[in-house]
């Protein structure tokens, strides 16, 4: 009889204790590797999860360092940790990663090059739910639940298959990509305004209700739209969401929105880069979102004045322990105007 996989999901804050914390409840033997207070939190009380699809109290394994685990031939891991945190992470599973397949839940669109090559297969995973780290062994399930998945760089394989297969019984709805890529832009593109909710303080629905952030948030991605255009990258409408130029026209249209902000912080949708400065964690990945438009528009000469500015004031508050709202969304108009 075929043995069934155990997933070891390594890095698990927020996203990661969410995906664990579902598998386990559904059957799937599962590892949360993670931070000390994390894992000693949830060995003595359990992993709290609340949320969007109810709360939940679970007894799964968690442990403070990943040569705690005794891994399996049966094993996947599921890397959860921030991008500047992949590398050293993979150096740490040692010889154990060559004959095990990771994917990459991760942000941004460097990790699986990095993990390419490091294990037996890599895979690109795509994480569209929100998700809130509240406190050690307590994590909010803040928005949606799906999950995309498909072989790094191009592909699908039975792999996917039974990854689609676990996931979907844990009540993800995944969704298999042959080009995981493509849709891993498309996602960086849409996160990209997370550093001005971070750098201002705003929720994303906030956002999106005022003018004058919708308006900040539209500059951002046209800046971007010129980049990835001129790097040949094709930004592909996601599921449920409108293509690129739709998007700016829905931003640009003027008024405030119609709909009520929730008053109850547990509901406030908020990027991880807002909650990495709400933590004062010291770091961000925005690098690997806004930076990597910086990066595209200085190789093709193409200014990214905005993009350019979110990198520095995130950076800064990150390294100065600020919390979100150092500054407004008119006062980065007026630095970007500036060329500050």
Same mark, same amino acid.
């Given at each position: 009889?075929?043995?069934?996989?155990?997933?070891?999901?390594?890095?698990?804050?927020?996203?990661? +204790?969410?995906?664990?914390?579902?598998?386990?409840?559904?059957?799937?033997?599962?590892?949360? $590797?993670?931070?000390?207070?994390?894992?000693?939190?949830?060995?003595?009380?359990?992993?709290? @999860?609340?949320?969007?699809?109810?709360?939940?109290?679970?007894?799964?394994?968690?442990?403070?360092?990943? +040569?705690?685990?005794?891994?399996?031939?049966?094993?996947? $891991?599921?890397?959860? !940790?921030? /991008?500047?945190?992949?590398?050293?992470?993979?150096?740490?599973?040692?010889?154990?990663?060559?004959?095990?397949?990771? &994917?990459? #839940?991760?942000?941004? $669109?460097?990790?699986?090059? @990095?993990?390419?090559?490091? #294990?037996?297969?890599?895979?690109?995973?795509?994480?569209?739910?929100?998700?809130?780290?509240?406190?050690?062994?307590?994590?909010?399930? /803040?928005?949606?639940?799906?999950?995309?998945?498909?072989?790094?760089?191009?592909?699908?394989?039975?792999?996917?298959?039974?990854?689609?297969?676990?996931?979907?019984?844990?009540?993800?709805? $995944?969704?298999?990509?042959?080009?995981?890529?493509?849709?891993?832009?498309?996602?960086?593109?849409?996160? *990209?305004?997370?550093?001005?909710?971070?750098?201002t303080n705003l929720s994303v629905l906030e956002g999106?209700?005022?003018?004058? +952030?919708?308006?900040?948030?539209?500059?951002?991605?046209?800046?971007?739209?010129?980049?990835?255009?001129?790097?040949?990258?094709?930004?592909?409408?996601?599921?449920?969401?409108? =293509? =690129?130029?739709?998007?700016?026209?829905? *931003?640009?249209? =003027?008024?405030?929105?119609?709909?009520?902000?929730?008053?109850?912080?547990?509901? !406030?949708?908020?990027?991880?880069?807002?909650?990495?400065?709400?933590?004062?964690?010291?770091?961000?990945?925005?690098?690997?979102?806004?930076?990597?438009?910086?990066?595209?528009?200085?190789?093709?000469? @193409? =200014?990214?004045?905005?993009?350019? *500015? *979110?990198?520095? &004031?995130?950076?800064?508050?990150?390294?100065?322990?600020?919390?979100?709202?150092?500054? +407004?969304?008119?006062?980065?108009?007026?630095?970007?105007?500036?060329?500050?």
């Amino acid at each position: 009889m075929e043995q069934e996989m155990r997933i070891v999901v390594y890095g698990a804050g927020a996203i990661g +204790s969410i995906i664990g914390g579902y598998l386990h409840n559904s059957g799937c033997e599962t590892v949360l $590797v993670c931070s000390k207070a994390h894992a000693d939190a949830i060995g003595r009380n359990g992993l709290k @999860i609340s949320g969007v699809q109810g709360e939940y109290l679970l007894r799964v394994t968690a442990v403070a360092d990943v +040569s705690q685990v005794v891994f399996r031939d049966d094993d996947v $891991v599921f890397l959860t !940790m921030k /991008t500047f945190d992949t590398r050293a992470a993979i150096d740490a599973l040692g010889e154990a990663a060559r004959r095990l397949p990771a &994917v990459c #839940f991760q942000n941004g $669109v460097r990790n699986e090059e @990095i993990a390419d090559g490091r #294990f037996s297969r890599v895979y690109g995973g795509i994480v569209f739910f929100g998700a809130k780290y509240l406190a050690p062994g307590s994590v909010v399930h /803040t928005a949606d639940n799906s999950l995309g998945i498909g072989v790094y760089p191009k592909g699908l394989d039975d792999t996917v298959e039974k990854l689609d297969a676990v996931l979907t019984k844990a009540g993800f709805s $995944v969704t298999q990509y042959p080009d995981v890529m493509a849709v891993k832009w498309s996602k960086l593109f849409r996160n *990209l305004n997370n550093a001005l909710f971070a750098a201002t303080n705003l929720s994303v629905l906030e956002g999106i209700k005022y003018e004058d +952030s919708r308006f900040v948030m539209a500059d951002i991605l046209e800046e971007a739209l010129r980049v990835v255009e001129a790097e040949g990258i094709e930004i592909v409408p996601l599921a449920g969401h409108q =293509p =690129p130029d739709k998007m700016l026209e829905h *931003l640009r249209r =003027p008024g405030t929105r119609g709909f009520e902000i929730p008053t109850n912080e547990e509901e !406030m949708l908020r990027p991880s880069t807002w909650q990495d400065l709400y933590l004062m964690r010291g770091r961000t990945e925005i690098e690997y979102f806004n930076g990597e438009i910086v990066r595209l528009g200085k190789k093709h000469g @193409i =200014p990214t004045p905005l993009n350019k *500015l *979110l990198v520095r &004031v995130v950076n800064e508050m990150a390294e100065k322990r600020q919390r979100p709202g150092a500054v +407004s969304v008119a006062q980065l108009r007026e630095m970007a105007g500036k060329g500050s």
